[in-house]
Protein backbone atom coordinates (compact mmCIF):
# COMPACT_ATOMS: atom_id res chain seq x y z
CA UNK A 1 0.00 0.00 0.00
CA UNK A 2 1.05 3.17 -1.14
CA UNK A 3 0.96 6.60 0.57
CA UNK A 4 0.20 9.70 -1.92
CA UNK A 5 -0.12 13.44 0.00
CA UNK A 6 -3.11 12.87 2.34
CA UNK A 7 -4.35 9.13 0.43
CA UNK A 8 -3.65 5.66 0.99
CA UNK A 9 -3.55 4.20 -2.46
CA UNK A 10 -4.95 0.90 -2.19
CA UNK A 11 -5.19 -0.33 -5.64
CA UNK A 12 -6.19 1.01 -9.52
CA UNK A 13 -8.21 -0.58 -12.08
CA UNK A 14 -8.52 0.26 -15.96
CA UNK A 15 -11.27 0.80 -18.39
CA UNK A 16 -9.98 0.95 -21.83
CA UNK A 17 -12.04 3.37 -23.23
CA UNK A 18 -15.18 4.98 -23.31
CA UNK A 19 -17.48 7.54 -25.57
CA UNK A 20 -18.04 10.56 -24.31
CA UNK A 21 -20.78 10.78 -21.82
CA UNK A 22 -20.78 7.13 -21.36
CA UNK A 23 -19.71 5.27 -17.98
CA UNK A 24 -19.00 1.55 -17.06
CA UNK A 25 -17.77 -0.17 -13.75
CA UNK A 26 -14.38 -0.38 -12.48
CA UNK A 27 -14.01 -3.16 -9.19
CA UNK A 28 -11.21 -3.74 -7.23
CA UNK A 29 -10.51 -5.71 -4.39
CA UNK A 30 -7.87 -6.15 -1.80
CA UNK A 31 -6.33 -5.74 1.70
CA UNK A 32 -5.86 -3.20 4.15
CA UNK A 33 -2.81 -3.90 5.55
CA UNK A 34 -1.17 -1.40 8.56
CA UNK A 35 -4.43 0.52 9.03
CA UNK A 36 -4.97 2.40 11.96
CA UNK A 37 -8.29 2.05 13.24
CA UNK A 38 -10.50 4.34 12.49
CA UNK A 39 -12.72 5.96 9.54
CA UNK A 40 -11.75 6.50 5.97
CA UNK A 41 -13.54 8.15 2.83
CA UNK A 42 -12.95 5.83 -0.19
CA UNK A 43 -12.42 8.16 -3.16
CA UNK A 44 -12.16 7.49 -6.46
CA UNK A 45 -9.73 9.17 -9.16
CA UNK A 46 -10.01 9.02 -12.96
CA UNK A 47 -7.28 10.04 -15.01
CA UNK A 48 -5.00 11.28 -12.13
CA UNK A 49 -2.47 12.05 -14.56
CA UNK A 50 -5.30 14.47 -16.95
CA UNK A 51 -3.77 11.87 -19.70
CA UNK A 52 -7.02 11.92 -21.42
CA UNK A 53 -8.71 14.22 -23.36
CA UNK A 54 -12.09 15.12 -21.68
CA UNK A 55 -15.11 17.64 -22.16
CA UNK A 56 -14.56 18.62 -18.47
CA UNK A 57 -10.58 18.06 -17.61
CA UNK A 58 -10.66 20.57 -13.73
CA UNK A 59 -9.66 18.50 -11.14
CA UNK A 60 -12.88 18.34 -9.59
CA UNK A 61 -13.88 16.45 -11.87
CA UNK A 62 -11.26 13.42 -11.85
CA UNK A 63 -12.61 12.60 -8.48
CA UNK A 64 -15.35 11.12 -6.70
CA UNK A 65 -16.15 10.57 -3.00
CA UNK A 66 -18.16 7.69 -2.61
CA UNK A 67 -21.00 7.51 0.07
CA UNK A 68 -19.59 4.93 1.60
CA UNK A 69 -17.15 5.23 4.08
CA UNK A 70 -14.89 2.47 5.36
CA UNK A 71 -14.78 1.80 9.01
CA UNK A 72 -11.16 -0.29 10.30
CA UNK A 73 -11.62 -1.49 13.66
CA UNK A 74 -8.34 -2.96 15.98
CA UNK A 75 -8.31 -6.86 16.06
CA UNK A 76 -6.97 -6.55 19.44
Avoid: H, K
Avoid at 13 to 37: C, E, V
Amino acid sequence: MQRTLRYWLLGSDTISSLDPFNWDYATWSGSFPNLNPGSYYIIGFIDPSTSIDEFDDSAASNQVVFDSILQVQSLF
